[in-house]
């Protein structure tokens, strides 16, 4: 009987499995309906993110290639313009380079017809220079004898003067000579350190 109600006894406890019964950490299957819950949660999200991102994606090549396509149109412009430049510039030299040959053929013309007269020119002002510094000289050394004669009479005059004055000097008596003396240092003095 004992094997018997063992096995009546395992049923029962089999049995209360099958149900729901609460436990304290929950059961397997709340446990496992939970983590497939969110595993369903995270498979949307992540389908939601892919698709996110698959649109930028889309996005950003569409973007990249209206771009592309931008830029293609505005280097084809540029380069136009840049040939349109180069060739009105080509035009613009070679004008420049023509009126140049010409007038250097002008200029070669006229250096030969006016070599001759502008070396008769260049003569004559030579010579002309030549007689005016002459005409200089002569009056810079007439002036220049003048003044050296005038300068020569005046010191002259001052050694007449300073000699007659000496002579009157030594023609007084002694205390009177010295009295002279000190005047005139005196006189010196006041000049040299005014107050």
Known sequence: ??????????????????????????????????????????????????????????????????KRNDLAQQLEKAQGLREGAL?????????????????????QQQV?????????????ALAQKETLREQTLKEITNRATKYNEKV??????????????RQQSKELPADERLMNLSLRLYEHHMMACPK
């Open 1 to 66: 009987m004992s094997i018997l109600q063992k096995t009546a006894a395992r049923r029962r406890l089999e049995s209360y499995a099958d149900t729901n019964l609460p436990r304290l950490l929950g059961s397997r299957s709340t446990r496992t309906k939970r983590c497939e819950q969110r595993a369903d949660k995270a498979r949307q999200q992540n389908e939601q993110k892919k698709e996110v991102v698959e649109k930028l994606r889309v996005d950003l090549a569409q973007n990249a290639d209206a």
């Open 112 to 124: 030969l017809m006016t070599a001759a007269e502008a070396k008769q020119r260049l003569n004559d």
């Open 152 to 165: 020569a009479l005046k010191v002259q005059e001052q050694h007449q003067v300073m000699e007659s004055k």
């Open 87 to 107: 060739s009105n510039r080509k035009e613009r030299a070679a004008q420049h380079y023509e009126k140049v040959m010409k007038k250097k053929g002008d200029a």
